[in-house]
């Protein structure tokens, strides 16, 4: 998803925006395991003008579609900042290319993915081309998927995987065409679906009066005990 234009936000008294970002991992990289490589994500994401306000527990997820790839590590946190969304995106993709992401084929293993989810209330281009992604069936996603910015990420409704890091970390937030809450969403989603994501890491992370720094090495800690645990490369407990 290219970051062509630069919609902006309107700030009222230089107040910051709020955005949501999903992240997984579902094979090794040159970090370690996924779940050592999404550490070293949060770690790096974080800048004086991206920064960390909250984050979700980590959650193991079966693949989608099931036997197209071993399990991933995902979760979802929020983030203050005075960048517009386009700005946001691009610092996104900028770390997954550093981590090693490849885009060969739609719903293939990766090493990370970083996904805004949304961005205040911004619905971008339109809500009647963000309406039209969210219609897809399934067999035209396959086929198709937005190469510029969409927002709000118009599959967010239908994975369960980010709706419910996205409940634990902002119950108020509604998206903003539908005009639910995660936990309603997740109300839609097929019950068999729900059985399929299992927390693995509590993490309560809200760190409002942490310094970026010791955040970061919170995060740098995080890994390295993870790799001591599991080994660096060790995937069947983390990735199966």
Known sequence: MAASKKPRM???????????VAFGSNIISRYGNPLQTVCHAMKEIQTSQFKLTSMSSLYETVAYPKSSGPNFINGCALFKTDWDASEALSHLQEIENRIGRKRNKRWE?????LDLIFFEDLVYPSKEVVKNWMMLTREQQLKEWPTDMILPHPRVQDRAFVLIPIQ???LKWRHPILKKTAKEMLENITPSFLK????ILTTNLSPLHISQNKLRELFSLLSMCIGAIYGPSNSRRLCR
């Open 10 to 20: 309107k700030k009222k008294d230089n107040q910051l925006n709020t955005c949501c």
């Open 109 to 113: 293993p990766r090493a990370i993915d």
């Open 168 to 170: 634990e970390i902002d």
């Open 196 to 199: 399929e994501i299992k927390k």
